[in-house]
Nanobody
Framework: QVQLVESGGGLVQAGGPLRLSCSMSGSIFSINVMGWYRQAPGNQRELVAS???????VYADSVKGRFTISRDNAKNTVYLQMNSLKPEDTAVYYC???????????????WGQGTLVTVSS
């Protein structure tokens, strides 16, 4: 079993920063891709940013230049530094990871429970 726990969400004024963290624990042998997704009311869940084990990052166009994803492999943690936040960034943010529990097992996708980010105008 694997647990992903997000933290750092909350209420912030437009233009301000916020940093999300996601700590992963449990039966973890390796983690390939770590990512952040978000879902606003009435919208589908969308990819915000991802980072693979080699450090290659991918960002949604809407957050490029404002958000930075990073990971600490020793701590099995992924971060999302969000700057210059806009009201349209308001959403529940979920972390996700592609995890293998052992060297012989197939990778699977694990998800956190989500953390709410609200950006006021």
């Amino acid at each position: 079993q694997v647990q992903l726990v997000e933290s750092g969400g909350g209420l912030v004024q437009a233009g301000g920063p916020l940093r999300l963290s996601c700590s992963m624990s449990g039966s973890i042998f390796s983690i390939n891709v770590m990512g952040w997704y978000r879902q606003a009311p009435g919208n589908q869940r969308e990819l915000v940013a991802s980072i693979n084990s080699g450090g290659i990052t991918v960002y949604a166009d809407s957050v490029k230049g404002r958000f930075t994803i990073s990971r600490d492999n020793a701590k099995n943690t992924v971060y999302l530094q969000m700057n210059s936040l806009k009201p349209e960034d308001t959403a529940v943010y979920y972390c996700s990871a592609e995890i293998r529990s052992s060297w012989w097992s197939k990778a699977f996708d694990a998800w956190g429970q989500g953390t709410l980010v609200t950006v006021s105008s």
